[in-house]
């Protein structure tokens, strides 16, 4: 190999990590310079950070290793050659349902040791008496900051995040969601918006809509006071496990055989009137923001159905052009069973007073 050939690698290297490691600031938080590169430069880029990341992970994940291994994975040469590396998304709830069953989280934490390159060999989780408790300590004394499903299928997935790439992706939201083609790019100090951000969830919480909260909080309102939520406290990751076990075992027709102590029943039963109140609360909370936070910028993070009927209730009262043009609706699943008219988002637009949503 040549030197020119050597600086070149060493180069594509060096912008590999970089890209990899914080994408928004090798853009230099600019939207228009992240789409502004040709194709042949973004896939070399591509490429190297994924080889960059596959090095470092073969030796420091385990269960990359074993992947690779049982595979006679040789390498990445294209971007293609990644894909037999690629987690199914069985594999973040691969662990014995017992695990979780019994509170048996020393086991279940050697199993999430291998499915992160951060080491949890030494974390004593003889204090945990649940999924929340097990929760509290891995954020308390790791890098983790692990976020559950719901757990409709009687078990619950737990992605192995780390409080870093949290950060990272609330870092990326403002530059993906503010910015549109050809605007410069905003000053590193002014790139946390001061917006208010608008959750209808609990403030906080195990699984991942309660989860991202907190990096909303940092990268769009900038303080705790500008975060409204429709309950101040946490989803008990417990109940909600409880919860999804009754359905499944329901469903199998084997709800007598199904144990459960009566600390746990009580909070089932609390769990549940808060759910039948949450239609009237959800209302309530709604009502309020829209009195309260009217003509101000607005980031807005919840299910297509939810912000469909609230704008269809606000336009039968008169309620239209509520928040100031430039907020932020990000809308996602969750509604399962319903099916979207073609065109709910004029009313949401219409009501919101945004002129498109994103999401």
């Given at each position: 190999m040549t030197e020119a050939a050597k600086s070149i690698n060493a180069d594509i290297g060096a912008k590999a990590r970089a890209f990899a490691n914080d994408p928004t600031e090798y853009f230099r938080y600019s939207f228009t310079a992240m789409h502004s590169l040709n194709r042949e430069e973004l896939e070399a880029l591509q490429l190297a950070a994924l080889k960059?990341?596959?090095?470092?992970?073969?030796?420091?994940?385990?269960?990359?290793?074993?992947?690779?291994?049982?595979q006679h994975f040789d390498g990445i040469e294209k971007l293609e050659d990644v894909v037999p590396m690629l987690f199914e998304h069985t594999m973040y709830k691969s662990y014995p349902p017992s695990l979780l069953e019994n509170n048996r989280f020393d086991q279940l934490?050697?199993?999430?040791?291998?499915?992160?390159?951060?080491?949890?060999?030494?974390?004593?989780?003889?204090?945990?008496?649940?999924?929340?408790d097990w929760l509290m300590l891995l954020d308390r004394e790791t890098p983790m900051k692990l976020s559950?499903?719901?757990?409709?299928?009687?078990?619950?997935?737990?992605?192995?995040?780390?409080?870093?790439?949290w950060d990272l992706v609330g870092k990326s939201y403002p530059m993906s969601f503010m910015q549109e083609l050809g605007d410069p790019a905003p000053d590193a100090a002014d790139y946390v918006s001061g917006m208010h951000v608008v959750s209808p969830t609990?403030?906080?919480?195990?699984?991942?809509?309660?989860?991202?909260?907190?990096?909303?909080?940092?990268w769009f309102a900038g303080s705790e006071d500008k975060v409204h939520t429709l309950y101040p406290g946490r989803l008990d990751s417990d109940v909600l496990y409880?919860?999804?076990?009754?359905?499944?075992?329901?469903?199998?027709?084997?709800?007598?055989?199904?144990?459960?102590?009566?600390?746990?029943?009580?909070?089932?039963?609390?769990?549940?009137?808060?759910?039948?109140?949450?239609a009237g609360d959800m209302e309530k909370f709604?009502?309020?923001?829209?009195?309260?936070?009217?003509?101000?910028?607005?980031?807005?993070?919840?299910?297509?159905?939810?912000?469909?009927?609230?704008?269809?209730t606000g336009i039968k009262r008169g309620i239209k052009g509520v928040f100031a043009s430039d907020s932020l609706i990000l809308s996602g699943g969750g509604a399962k069973g319903l099916v979207r008219p073609d065109n709910w988002q004029e009313p949401v637009c219409e009501f919101t007073g945004v002129k498109r949503l994103k999401g």
């Open positions: 960059y990341r596959f090095e470092q992970f073969y030796d420091s994940v385990s269960m990359v290793k074993k992947y690779a291994d049982k934490t050697r199993w999430l040791d291998k499915l992160t390159s951060h080491d949890l060999s030494d974390l004593d989780v003889s204090s945990c008496e649940g999924i929340t559950h499903s719901s757990g409709t299928t009687g078990t619950m997935s737990f992605n192995p995040f780390s409080k870093q790439e609990f403030r906080d919480g195990g699984n991942a809509f309660a989860r991202a909260t907190d990096m909303y909080a940092k409880l919860a999804a076990r009754i359905r499944a075992a329901r469903a199998k027709g084997t709800l007598d055989q199904l144990k459960v102590g009566p600390h746990m029943l009580a909070k089932q039963k609390e769990f549940e009137a808060q759910q039948g109140r949450m709604f009502e309020r923001i829209v009195n309260e936070l009217s003509g101000k910028r607005v980031f807005i993070l919840t299910t297509w159905n939810m912000i469909y009927d609230l704008a269809q």
